[in-house]
């Protein structure tokens, strides 16, 4: 599954940059986002190699979530698309009812996949409509023992901020506060710095809960890159988390990391809060 950006863009980082080495931005649509070797683990079995601790992870991934397609799309639309059911993306509690992802998990075009379509017409639902079409689980994992966990899921009630000033984030909110049950992770304030260690806890191609670590590459205007941390189709609106603070510095939103010159990146937390009213209060 993948329902990364549509936009092939390819942006070369000008020599006053801190990092000089061109860098190429591609889409997940073209690529899966592998870099080199696949260092993806499960939460609960990790073995704390990738560049932060077993208990930074323990302690985290507990507030990442999964968004799914409710499966019941037949029974409202005339025309429900090919999505019913379908686990979409990732993403973050930041508040006991709040959750922070990708704005284009909730595009009326996302690809290949078509979205259901307004009864009577063959235009698609609009966003907000896509929202209150989905769910988010909680738990969607493997224990120590490689045992499937039982998932909880929670209704998404309403689309707060979506794409806000072109920058790709989304907040929702989601019904029983589920913040209270599982916790939630502060936002940074600042961007974390060139090298600083990342960690991305993400369900990559709508699989259990994984997670990937490494250093920040690159900071390039409203993106922030990252050359050795494995992404996929499924990872969209994952938190970028920085160690050892433990806060919010990014959402990841597209991959490309096919090559030496090629980089996985989201948007920075900076960019994100330019935009945001709800977090800038």
């Known amino acids: 599954m993948n329902i990364q950006t549509k936009d092939l863009r390819v942006n070369t980082l000008s020599t006053n940059k801190i990092n000089t080495r061109p860098v190429v931005y591609v889409s997940e649509n ?12 499960d939460v609960e079995s990790y073995d704390g190699r990738l560049g932060v601790p077993k208990e930074f992870v323990d302690n985290l991934q507990a507030k990442v979530g ?19 059911d379908i686990r979409w993306g990732s993403g973050t509690l930041i508040s006991k009812d709040l959750f922070l992802t990708a704005g284009h998990c909730f595009d009326s075009d996302p690809g290949t996949w078509m979205v259901p379509r307004i009864n009577g017409t063959n235009n698609p639902i609009l966003p907000k409509e896509i929202a209150l079409n989905m769910k988010v689980n909680f ?28 920058i790709d ?34 369900h990559p191609e709508g699989k259990t ?16 890159g ?25 959402v990841h939103t597209n991959g490309g990391c096919d090559s030496e010159r090629s980089i996985n990146y989201g948007m920075r937390i900076t960019s994100i809060l ?3 009213t709800i977090l800038q209060q």
């Open 139 to 166: 738990n969607f994992q493997k224990d120590s023992s490689g045992i499937l966990r039982k998932e909880e899921s929670y209704q998404v009630v309403e689309l707060l901020e979506y794409r806000e000033g072109s």
């Open 66 to 84: 999964q968004i799914q397609w409710m499966d019941d799309l037949a029974s409202k639309y005339s025309n429900p698309g090919n999505v019913s």
């Open 226 to 250: 990252y050359s050795d941390i494995d992404t996929l189709g499924g990872s969209s609106g994952s938190a970028i988390i920085q160690f050892p603070n433990g806060k919010i510095v990014g």
């Open 169 to 202: 984030f989304a907040l929702i909110r989601l019904n029983g506060n589920p913040g209270e049950r599982f916790g939630f992770i502060q936002v940074s304030k600042e961007d974390a710095n060139i090298n600083d260690m990342l960690c991305i806890i993400q």
């Open 30 to 41: 073209e690529l899966e986002s592998i870099c080199g070797v696949e260092d993806l683990q």
């Open 274 to 276: 330019q935009n945001s």
């Open 209 to 224: 809960k994984k997670i990937e670590a490494g250093p920040l590459s690159v900071l390039d205007g409203e993106k922030i």
